[in-house]
């Protein structure tokens, strides 16, 4: 279906220039997710109708002479940690299960006000904790390249209904890389913004210190697109940053002749997968032949980054997670006994396993006798990894890595190891705690016909040479679109 | 054996900002419940607590008026435990790095000088209120309080008396309230004390076990807390037995002092930076500005009234009571009335309505404007002092001009001569016995024909004018 090969990008300018109408795009879109979300869980929440009214309405807009903005009559699809005014936001959690929020994120407002049609809120982990989407309330979202793997996570809703042509763009958030390796199972594109770059209000929050929203597309260009939309400052997030936002498409295909890349030795060692090995290598080959430059480099406390991300990000998430405590919205336990035992059974009825684990892990780091063995410890090692990063960046300009140790695996099979699971994220963590930018582009799939992404990470704001990085191996490689194998 | 109290207050005040410290809701006292609240200050998913500036410049007043060191950089850090009427369920405050280190307010006691020394003043968020119905099985939760900016000033354990902490609190909420950090308005919550309170045997260097009463609400029930618990621990040393450390509250109808809960003490609070703030970074420019607009505090304020509107020290002193008074006053002399008597009316007239109707004088219906044009309209004999009097408490009550009630009413004092004269004359033809009387002598006859001259005026005569001419009519 033609429409499928089209990205975010070559779609605004067909609807823009009346080729084809947001009407048309989103039921074609709403079509797929009918087609397909019997076996894929993409989303927790469809809004049909909305979506309709709001192409039709896009349509008029065009055909009355408006500006319908850069994403105009384009059909997204919004992570469900991510609040949206009037629609059900539930973080993937039963303890969320019917909260219908009253404001909209800081990113919905500025997606709307580009035009951009929500069509639904897509699965995630548990107020996204989890690294495959199997800790959701709802069913576990599945891998559209084979539907017995796990989508990736915590935003494998996103780039499952980008997989399976359920949406023609999205956003993920990102903590310790649940944009960037559900996009790489997924074999879609994802980028984790600079933190501060994207507004976090309206973002449920897992861990403050290292949530950041980011697009996720079809390809390199869309997701420069939508970052060019969503991010910048906004005064309602404190820690949002006040800097101009580039427009990241002028330069994207500017070549990358002369850029040094290294290659971190600590990233390549025991634990990652041969072929993911083997992918990863060649699109070192191929960013050599487009005049890239590579230098080996270390990043020494790389090995700290998991326990310091689950002693940090438990510990804000702990605080973060107090106020469900079925009071003023959300789940409450039925006929409890006094206000303690209302707290006690409304959380334990209501949080799933997964979630009350970091709420423990969390809550025992932050305690009296506790906190400077692994709080302060923690924010210490922290400072070191960043560390590490600033060293690395005086003599490259970018890091190529690879996105997750394996590919897709089984649904199932990691869930009830916690410990092997925090393992898929062992090479997008440390870039959170740094604060620093990183891009999951498609580099190749296994022998299994499962797609397999390439990591860059780039300087604070470098945005801009992460999407030239990644359009510059997507030349090559292709995006999720064209290439060989890709589910339409 | 004699005891010696020790005693450290925790003073929780409430910034006089416009809007909450953490979101832009109204701090107003007095709205409908549940109606000053937003995303932010109910804690709903998602939403992040913006730093209101204006908040910390008012601290900023507090520790230039004692001495305080305000650091350069500060962090807000999340203090957490489940309450109902915490929707976040932790608190926003300081913990390691407080804005404010040190300081001190220096005490003129009966027995000479004393400081009482700063441990720290550090921000902080209130929490929203709990409201239970007699007989409800179900409580309410009012969000308005949520977010309302405080200050929590913590002094070290320095008070060996009630004097001492009498004189304290009052001067602290002289501070607050001249600074313009606070309204300092008991009644309506803007200050709240915790007292920390041990006994020592006379001699004993090192201090003992400590109580703390929490959550007082008035000075008076301050004291009263503190005397009671001075005294309760003094009864449980004498009877051999050992004072445990616990967290108590008083209950001012009953005089009785009892422990909190234990679930509601036994915290732990669990503090670390709170991520969703940056940290406040204060620089000399900053300060230097704040310094610069510190309001004139209640001792210039006295002196100067005292030596540029030539008042008395006891009207000073009335005047300078709150900076609201002083103000009104000024602007009453501002608008051209005489000093002395604009300060008799603000000190009479002004101060008895204001208390005879708890209202503020923000409230009050007679604007300054309008006091000054009824004390001209006496000055220049338009009407008499007695009729001011009426006209001033029905412009109190219904907010109209002077001028417009007194020509409404035909108030206006008959000052001219021959119209006077006239009166006067019919007065003395009519009563001839008198006249003989006073020309015999009985000089204090006056009052009487003056008063037949008001009777026939009904009272707009203007007496000043009515002696003069009946003392030349007479002779
Ligand atoms: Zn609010």
Known sequence: MELFESGACDLAIKIKTGTISSEEVTKAVLQKIEQREYDINAYITTTPELALKRAKSIDIQRIQGKDIGLLGGIPMAIKDSIITAGIRTTAGSHILENFIPPYNAHVIDKLLDAGAVIVGKTNTDEFTMGSTCETSYFKPARNPHNTGRVTGGSSGGSAAALAAHECIAALGSDTGGSIRQPASFCGITGIKPTYGRVSRYGLIAYASSLDQIGPMTKSVKDSALVLSVIAGYDNRDSTCLNEPVPDYLTEIDSGISGIKIGLPKEYFEEGLDSEVCDITMKAVEIMKSEGAEFIDISLPHTEYAIPTYYLLATAEASANLERYDGVRYGYRAENPENLYDMYCKSRSEGFGIEVKRRIMLGTYCLSAGYYDAYYRKAQKVRRLIKEDFDKAFKTVDAILTPVSPTPAFPLGSKINDPLQMYLADIYTISLNLAGLPGISVPAGKTSDNLPVGVQFMGRVLDENLLFRLAYALERNVGTSLTYEGAVV | ?475
């Not at chain 2, 009316?345 to 300054?368: A, C, H, Q, S, Y």
């Not at chain 2, 006209?391 to 008959?414: C, W, Y």
């Open chain 2, 1 to 475: 054996m004699k005891y010696i109290p020790t005693v450290g207050l925790e003073i929780h005040s409430q910034l006089a900002t416009k809007t909450k410290i953490f979101c832009g809701c109204p701090t107003a006292f007095g709205g409908e419940s549940n109606t000053h609240g937003c995303p932010v200050c109910l804690g709903m998913p998602g939403v992040l607590p913006v730093l209101n500036k204006h908040a910390v410049e008012l601290a900023m007043r507090m520790a230039l008026l004692t001495n305080g060191e305000i650091q350069k950089r500060s962090y807000f850090a999340r203090k957490n435990y489940f309450y109902p009427d915490l929707p976040k369920g932790y608190q926003i405050s300081m913990f390691e790095f407080p804005l404010i280190k040190g300081g001190y307010i220096d005490l003129k006691t009966e027995n000479g000088p004393k400081r009482i020394r700063f441990n720290r003043i550090h921000m902080e968020e209130d929490a929203g209120k709990l409201i239970h119905v007699e007989g409800d099985i179900e409580s309410y939760f009012d969000v308005n309080r949520c977010g309302v900016p405080l200050i929590e000033t913590v002094t070290e354990p320095d008070f060996g008396t009630l004097e001492q902490v009498s004189l304290f609190l009052n001067q602290l909420k002289e501070l607050l309230i001249f600074s313009g950090a606070s309204l300092g308005n008991m009644e309506q919550g803007n200050i709240r004390v915790d007292a920390n309170i041990s006994i020592r045997p006379q001699g004993q260097k090192e201090l003992n076990t400590r109580t703390e009463i929490k959550n007082m609400n008035s000075f008076v029930n301050a004291l009263a807390a503190i005397e009671h618990e001075i005294a309760r621990q003094t009864d449980i040393v004498e009877q051999g037995k050992k004072v445990i450390q616990e967290t108590l509250l008083y209950d001012p109808v009953h005089g009785i002092i009892a422990p909190m809960r234990s679930k509601e003490e036994a915290h732990d609070y669990r503090y670390f930076p709170e991520p969703d703030l940056v940290p406040v970074f204060v620089d000399d420019e900053w300060i230097d500005r704040i310094r610069s607009e510190l309001p004139e505090m209640r001792n210039e304020k006295r002196n100067r009234f005292i030596q540029e509107h030539g008042l008395p020290e006891y009207d000073a002193e009335i005047l300078t009571t709150s900076p609201d008074i002083a103000k009104y006053y000024e602007l009453v002399i501002g608008e051209g009335a005489d000093p002395k008597k604009a300060s008799n009316w603000v000190m009479g007239e002004v101060l008895r309505i204001l208390n005879e109707t708890r209202i503020t004088i923000d409230e009050f219906k007679v604007k300054p404007s309008m006091l000054a044009e009824l004390l001209i309209m006496i000055d220049n004999g338009s009407i008499s002092g007695s009729m001011a009097k009426t006209v001033f408490d029905e412009m109190a009550s219904n907010g109209r001009h002077p001028k417009i009630i007194v020509a409404e009413k035909g108030l206006t004092q008959i000052s001219d001569k021959g119209e006077l004269k006239k009166v006067i004359r019919e007065v003395i033809e009519s009563n001839p016995n008198e006249v003989e009387k006073y020309k015999s002598g009985k000089t204090n006859l006056i009052a009487f024909f003056v008063g037949q001259v008001m009777k026939m005026t009904r009272g707009k005569a203007n007496p000043q004018e009515v002696n003069v001419i009946l003392r030349e009519m007479l002779s």
